[in-house]
């Protein structure tokens, strides 16, 4: 039996679409008085806000990130709306360190290395490890802060070791009788 290629029907698919960006400080506001922030990005706090953009988009998977190609700021609505507040403020102190590093011409997604050994994701981590520590959170909250999908419980760990958060005890199996 022989197969045909069946020809794809004359459809336009477009490969540049423009995308809406809006003015990070109209959504974001009092970041630039932040003291976290300004430890970021200093004398030029101001100004780096008042520039950056931020690309908002509709989905329930994802949080934050920063664009690799224009260091811009993609951010879920669906987690603005259903995530814990002070996890999304510590997500922002995060990203805007990565905006910091991308300013600087940084790879965000250095080769070679692990998610929880990766330069970049351990400056941005520490960072909002301090600030959550600022706010008084435990060891405990920072780790289950720390908790992402993407990272197994050994990376997990690997992380919180890496950026100075104490990890709980693991629990320990059942005894056989």
Request: with cysteine.
């Amino acid at each position: 039996m022989t197969r045909t290629k069946a020809k794809l029907p004359d459809v336009r698919i477009p490969k540049i679409i423009r995308l809406r960006y809006e003015r990070f400080l109209d959504h974001f506001k009092g970041f630039e008085d932040v003291d976290a922030v300004r430890a970021i990005f200093g004398s030029k706090t101001k100004a780096v806000l008042r520039s950056l953009k931020v690309e908002f988009f509709s989905s329930k998977w994802g949080y934050m990130g920063v664009s690799d190609e224009d260091g811009h700021l993609v951010v879920s609505t669906h987690y603005l709306r259903t995530g814990n507040r002070r996890d999304i403020y510590l997500d922002v102190v995060h990203e805007l360190v990565h905006v910091r590093q991308f300013c600087e011409g940084k790879e965000l997604f250095p080769e070679g290395f692990n998610y929880p050994e990766a330069p970049t994701e351990i400056e941005a981590y520490r960072a909002c490890i301090a600030e959550g520590r600022r706010l008084g959170m435990t060891d405990r909250e920072l780790f289950q802060y720390l908790k992402v999908e993407w990272m197994d419980d050994a990376d997990l760990r690997k992380m919180a070791r890496n950026v100075g958060v104490k990890a709980p005890q693991k629990p320990r199996g059942r005894r056989k009788r």
